[in-house]
């Protein structure tokens, strides 16, 4: 009996032996700490292969294999883009990996097609890194990359961040262009060489104090010895005129020697048409009315060259050579407006019309050139870096405004009146800075530098009146202003990492002096300041993947050139633009509290204060019946609000961006000319974009995005801007192994992004309603040839524009 009873419990351990199992699970994430969704796991029997189980990772990279017998296996992991992770498992229990890291494939060989994977958003302790190499936008230009960069807005010809225009870098480079310049560049760089845009809403020391969040574009390029190119370009077609960009982007690598070139032309022409109304008020009663239709086609075809020269003298020293031009040629820069304006009096009866016909022609050199040396140390990544800059530019304009005047039911004019305007801008911009980086042993790093600017511009304006046909200089509107400006900055940052939490801080100072001279009034305007700028980062990783995190930073934005300038700039016989030389600074004060659930979705609560900002105030003259446009300091604006963005997979095929914004922004401003009261105009206002990325086909050659953005109605200074809202759908396919990409797509599809400006306060009644050619048909193409698909080790295009040379 016993020896029955100890077969039968031996039996029974085997059973419970052989019947026991466990679970082996884990996270699959790559180098940015981002999950990996769907890649391959695959278990296999160590002693007998044919036996082997298969699962991939969910939308947050996470795997599990159940119901697994004790023995001995091997685990691989592998995705496309990254290097395969393998291990050996000895299975005595319940097995759980973490988190296991992916590293991108350091060699991509021709015969290997690529599939594009979607973008990764990353954040840092003082930025967000959005990371689109080899990702379904490389195949666009970098504006549609932006377009499609969370907490980025593109629309209406401007680019912004939180509601207000970004400083755009390249490569921690600063751009150097005015706003349209920027917008050119953008649209005619190909993506394919962009490895990531990072969004520094509230920037650090090392930045310049000047502006507001920073955009810094990160290149990347192959350094494997040999040559590849692309040629690219785009048809737009609106209502009623089209749009080309063309351009070509070539790149060649020696040992020590890398060169990189890029040109495009866009030759365009645009419509516009202003419904304006304008109640001339006296005594609080409409004495006048006027009511305009305003048309302008404008021609341009600019042309951008940009070219890099690297040489590596050897790992620690290398020097950078790089030029940009803006070229838009006078033959093809020219400008037609043509506008009728009917009078009425207090009755609501014409009383009379005008007619005015106002040809513009215009040239554009915008030239700057850069050298930068680099001195790595022993020290990993210790390094020292000086980097010089000139930009020289060169604008000039002539317009004819012929006007005749009209009364009612009358085919010939009763008065004619012409006048004509040359302007000159000529500005010369000269740069040095150098930077220094330590790390040190227990994973900090400090930085320090020191830029020295010298800015001179000199600015012409000439007016011609005609009295019975004869042409006679207007020396009351006629000047010539001279404007220097010198700027120091110096820069101390310090940044620590631990496992849980980031802190970085930084403080700079910058002193500047500047100088305005009209010879017309024979008086001069110099304002010297010194500034403080701090600025301070803590980030807290939590251990269930959140983040929580705060900054603060003081920005300062000086007045632009043009708004300096005192000239009267008449647009028309009733109409002028002018500026002030005595314009202060803007001091800004930002804070940002931000939190981040699961690495996806998060949430700002912002403020922001700034002091003394310069506004283009519209302005109507009651008594004279003039529209000024002046250039002037408001008090102050104040803006807070809450954020939310996202950027996610639904599934395998399907990725979601969301941005939304709901904030109250107030408008402090002096009534000019109106006793100079202080208004105040305020508004809770939101903002919000979808986007819908979805990509077909096994190879995800074919990829679509719709995406749907909308604003309410919001005030700028005294003006009241309708809400918007635009569709915008288009459709990629690449061919030949990505060496190929056609774009279709539609912009602003049911053509509701145009928008109304009222301005209603005190004695001003004004009235716009604003018509441009949104709704866009659009056609684009890229090719790639060469040895482009040999991508390993990355360094950096460095390319170096302008700023501050705004002209509309």
């Keep these: 009996m016993p020896t029955k009873f100890i077969s039968l419990f031996l039996l029974l351990l085997s059973f419970l ?27 296999e029997d160590a002693e007998n292969e044919n036996l082997l189980l298969g699962t991939t990772t969910d939308e947050q990279g996470f795997f599990k294999f159940n119901d697994l017998k004790p023995k001995v296996y091997n685990l691989t992991i592998s995705f496309l883009g990254f290097e395969k992770f393998s291990t050996k498992i000895n299975l005595l229990g319940n097995v759980n990996l973490k988190t296991v890291i992916l590293e991108e494939q350091k060699e991509t060989l021709d015969a290997v097609v690529v599939s594009a994977k979607r973008p990764t958003v990353k954040r840092l302790v003082d ?34 961040v939180k509601n207000t225009p970004p400083v755009v870098y390249i490569n921690d480079r600063r751009v150097h262009l005015s706003a349209d310049e920027v917008q050119q560049l953008l649209e005619g760089t190909p993506a394919n060489n962009i490895k990531s845009i990072e969004v520094i809403t509230n920037p650090p020391a090392k930045y310049d104090a000047e502006g507001g969040a920073v955009l810094n574009i990160k290149t990347s ?14 048809y737009n077609q609106g209502f009623q005129f089209p749009k080309y960009a063309l351009g070509t982007s070539h790149f060649f690598k020696s040992q020590k020697l890398t060169a990189y070139i890029n040109y495009n032309i866009s030759p365009r022409k645009d419509f516009r048409n202003n419904l304006e109304d304008i109640n001339f008020i006296e005594n609080n009663n409409t004495v006048s009315s006027w009511e305009t239709d305003y048309n302008r086609d404008r021609e341009s075809a600019n042309q951008n060259i940009t070219g890099t020269i690297n040489y590596d003298f050897n790992d620690k020293n290398s020097l950078n050579f790089s030029a940009n031009t803006l070229i838009a040629p006078r033959a093809n820069s020219i400008t037609s407006v043509n506008s009728l304006t009917e009078v009425f009096g207090a009755s609501k009866v014409l009383d009379s019309s005008f007619r005015t016909l106002n040809n513009l022609v215009s040239e554009k050199f915008n030239l700057a050139f850069s050298l930068g040396y680099i001195h790595k140390f022993e020290r990993e990544d210790e390094q020292i870096s000086i980097d010089l800059h000139h930009t020289s530019y060169d604008f000039s304009e002539f317009q004819n405004v012929d006007t005749d005047y009209f009364l009612p039911q009358a085919s010939s004019s009763f008065r004619e009146n012409r006048f004509q305007t040359f302007s000159n801008q000529n500005i010369q911009l000269t740069t040095g800075q150098i930077d220094y980086v330590l790390p040190s042993d227990n994973g900090s790093v400090f930085e320090a530098g020191i830029k020295a600017v010298s800015i001179n511009s000199d600015n012409v304006l000439d007016q011609f009146l005609f009295n019975n046909g004869n042409r006679e200089e207007d020396i009351n509107n006629s ?3 001279i404007y220097d400006e010198k700027n120091y900055a110096g820069y101390v940052s310090y940044e620590k990492d631990w496992e849980q939490w980031s802190l970085k801080a930084g403080l700079r100072v910058e002193r500047t002096e500047t100088k305005g001279e009209s010879l017309l009034s024979n008086s001069i305007n110099t304002n010297n300041y010194t500034n403080l700028f701090p600025s301070f980062y803590v980030l807290n990783r939590l251990k269930n993947d959140d983040e929580i995190y705060l900054s603060y930073n003081k920005r300062i934005y000086r007045p632009r050139y043009r708004e300096l300038n005192p000239f009267k700039y008449y647009l028309n016989d009733n109409a002028y633009i002018t500026g002030d030389p005595g314009l202060l600074p803007e001091i800004d004060d930002s804070f940002i509290l931000g939190y981040t659930i699961n690495s996806t979705y998060t949430f700002e ?39 939310f963005t996202t950027y996610t997979g639904i599934t395998k095929s399907w990725n979601l961006y969301v941005l939304s914004s709901l904030f109250y922004y107030e408008n402090n401003f002096f009534a000019v000319g109106t006793n100079n009261e202080l208004v105040s105009n305020e508004r809770w206002s939101v903002y919000a974009n979808v986007i819908n990325y979805f990509s ?33 759908i288009n459709v990629n396919k690449t061919f ?10 539609v912009r602003d ?8 400006q009222t301005t209603k306060y005190l004695n001003q009644d004004w009235f716009v309603d604003s018509n441009m050619e949104n709704r866009l048909l659009v056609v684009g193409f890229n090719y790639k040839f060469g040895n482009y698909r040999l991508n390993v080790k990355k360094d950096d295009i460095d390319l170096i524009e302008r700023d501050r040379l705004e002209k509309e």
């Design 17 to 43: 032996g052989f019947s026991q199992t466990y679970t082996v699970e884990g996270i699959v994430k790559d180098q940015a700490y981002t999950p990996i969704a769907y890649a391959n796991i695959i278990l």
């Design 127 to 160: 930025r967000l890194v959005f990371n689109v190499e080899n990702s379904t936008l490389s195949n666009s230009n970098v504006l549609d990359v932006l377009k499609h960069t969370p907490g980025v807005i593109v629309r209406d010809g401007s680019i912004s």
């Design 479 to 481: 000047d010539i202003f």
């Design 696 to 728: 077909f086909l096994e190879d995800n050659s074919l990829t679509a995005d719709i995406g749907v953005d909308y604003i309410s109605s919001l005030f700028l200074g005294p003006s009241e801007i309708s809400g918007r809202l635009g569709v915008d």
């Design 749 to 756: 599809l049911f053509n509701t992004r145009n928008f109304t």
């Design 605 to 643: 609560l912002y403020y922001r204060y700034e002091k003394n900002p310069t506004l283009e105030l519209p302005i109507q003259d009651n008594e004279n019946r003039l529209l000024k446009n002046i250039f002037t300091n408001i008090d102050h604006n104040e803006s807070y609000g809450l954020d």
């Design 736 to 745: 030949w192994n990505n060496r190929a990409s056609l774009n279709i797509g």
């Design 221 to 234: 390029k192959n350094i494997i010895a040999g040559y590849h190119g692309s040629v690219f370009g785009s």
